[in-house]
């Protein structure tokens, strides 16, 4: 299902890319099976270089201007699937978006994907989350409140 979703949402977004790129690794899998499914190539990034070998960031065959989407699990700050982003660029690729099954929605990860230019898109969010629990009474409406003081400041919440 999320594959499926995956593929509907990067042809809506970004067209037809040539190659499809994983955030490693909690990306990985399902960037290959979205990859298989559109008959495209696929490659993953690391978070930093391998220290032994070809010491590669990217696994995988990128040519020189190649259209790509990254595919990523869950962005929060957008810190780590922005260096996939940056390693794909400094490779030569030129990176058409990203697409990711879940993001809490903090402000800081919209101004780093502005700062990148690079367009996101999600498959749900953490507001739709919040919402889906409410109405399925897995949280009560005094919840709510609190739950959007954690998405507001995280790192200090509850101290």
Not at 129 to 145: I, P, S
Request: with cysteine; glycine share 8%.
């Amino acid at each position: 299902m999320i594959r499926e979703a995956f593929i509907e949402a990067i042809r809506r977004e970004y067209g037809t890319p040539q190659v499809i790129a994983g955030v490693a690794t909690g990306a990985i899998a399902m960037g290959a099976l979205t990859a298989e499914a559109m008959d495209l190539p696929f490659v993953y990034v690391r978070s930093s270089q391998k220290s032994h070998g070809l010491q590669n960031t990217i696994e995988g065959e990128i040519r020189e201007g190649q259209r790509v989407v990254v595919v990523e699990d869950l962005i929060s700050t957008g810190n780590s699937s922005l260096r996939a982003v940056d390693a794909l660029r400094a490779g030569g690729a030129e990176v058409s978006g990203m697409v990711a099954i879940f993001s809490y929605g903090f402000d800081r990860a919209r101004e780093n994907f502005e700062q990148k230019q690079c367009r996101l898109h999600t498959l749900t969010d953490y507001q739709t989350l919040v919402d889906v629990a409410m109405k399925q009474g897995y949280l009560k409406e005094e919840h709510r409140e609190e739950l959007e003081q954690w998405r507001q400041d995280p790192a200090h919440w509850g101290q």
